[in-house]
């Protein structure tokens, strides 16, 4: 039987965050550095940098951009079964409680995600909320849909920053 995986880290907020951009759950590459969107063939942060001018050579950039842009990042899922870093083997997954986030940051007026798994839990789990949402197209190298161009303008009409 596969581990049992609970989410490696806290969510990335601040008082004044207006936007939360909800994933599933962390790559096996996110696990092993640490941080959100941490595989190097992820497009995340070069879609972001791309958007705000920002540069993200490190966490501590990385943070001060969301923090600037007042975005905040976190998962759907708190903890789960998985073989891989494919949301579709995503197995027995437990969900963070949005609701209860949502209350102690009351500025979140949209929720961005990045992918059909965190948009379909969040609809199963908390479609009752009443807050705008949107669809961002996966940051994910292996999307190859749209080109890093194209993704980066959808996000730019979609997060508008």
């Known amino acids: 039987m596969v581990e049992i995986l609970s989410h490696p880290f806290k969510p990335i ?5 207006k936007i939360l951009i909800l994933g599933s759950f962390p790559s096996i590459k996110s696990f092993e550095n640490d941080f959100y969107y941490a595989n190097p063939q992820n497009q995340f ?13 490190n966490k501590d950039q990385k943070i001060w951009l969301l923090k600037e842009k007042k975005i905040a990042l976190w998962d759907m ?3 789960c079964n ?7 083997s995503i197995e027995n ?7 209860n986030f949502l209350e102690s940051y009351p500025d979140i007026k949209k929720i961005a995600f990045t992918g ?16 705008q949402k949107c ?7 292996a999307y190859a849909k749209m080109t890093l161009e ?7 009409e979609l997060l508008k920053i």
């Open 13 to 17: 907020v601040f008082k004044d965050s």
């Open 135 to 141: 669809y961002l197209p996966s940051p994910s190298s």
């Open 77 to 79: 899922i708190k903890s």
């Open 45 to 57: 942060w070069k879609i972001m940098s791309a958007l705000t001018k920002y540069p993200i050579n």
């Open 93 to 99: 997954e437990d969900v963070n409680d949005i609701v």
């Open 116 to 131: 059909k798994k965190s948009q379909a839990l969040f609809e199963y789990h908390f479609g009752h909320i009443d807050i």
């Open 150 to 156: 194209q993704k980066i303008e959808k996000y730019r």
């Open 82 to 88: 998985r073989e891989n870093s494919l949301d579709s």
